[in-house]
């Protein structure tokens, strides 16, 4: 399986193959996982994080999950403060999945437990970042993934 280039720097993957499929080393789980189109913008989006924009590796947490009523899920990627407190929350889709309502409709159902307070939606080709608002407040868009003392609070 051939996977798309994306809107995110190269990440330097650690792959293996397996019963004729394909795994990637997660470097936050310390294990090998199957290598799906969404786990490619996972994957690639945390490398992101990490290795790009110093985000701390132990304040990140893949696949967290969530229950809501009856409903069990599964958060992509959280993003806590030194506190541990959850700061930013980020939904991944495959690249060939278009970002649409939906997909903000989901996150904003996943945060109702998390509390938040930035979000991200990304199919690795277009990343929306966002602060969730507090009522009556409009939605603010980030031309860019904010640094993570912006994020965790900790900025100046």
């Given amino acids: 399986m051939k996977f798309p280039a994306l809107n995110l720097p190269v990440a330097d993957f650690t792959l293996r193959k397996q019963n004729g499929k394909i795994y990637v080393f997660d470097?936050?789980?310390k294990k090998y996982v199957y290598l799906t189109p969404e786990e490619w913008v996972r994957q690639s989006f945390l490398h992101y994080l990490l290795f790009h924009l110093q985000y701390p590796q132990g304040l990140i947490a893949l696949e967290t999950p969530i229950k809501l009523n009856d409903n069990k899920?599964?958060?992509?990627?959280?993003?806590?403060?030194?506190?541990?407190?959850?700061?930013?929350?980020?939904?991944?889709?495959?690249?060939?999945?278009e970002i649409c309502q939906q997909t903000f409709d989901q996150i904003i159902v996943y945060n109702m437990k998390l509390n938040a307070p930035y979000l991200i939606v990304t199919n690795g080709l277009e990343h929306?970042?966002?602060?969730?608002?507090?009522?009556?407040?409009?939605?603010?868009f980030f031309n860019n993934i904010p640094a993570y003392e912006l994020i965790s609070g900790t900025l100046g």
């Fill in 27 to 29: 470097v936050l789980r």
């Fill in 128 to 140: 929306f970042c966002f602060r969730q608002p507090s009522l009556g407040q409009k939605i603010e």
């Fill in 73 to 97: 899920m599964r958060s992509d990627i959280v993003v806590f403060d030194k506190q541990g407190k959850p700061a930013l929350l980020v939904e991944c889709k495959a690249a060939q999945i």
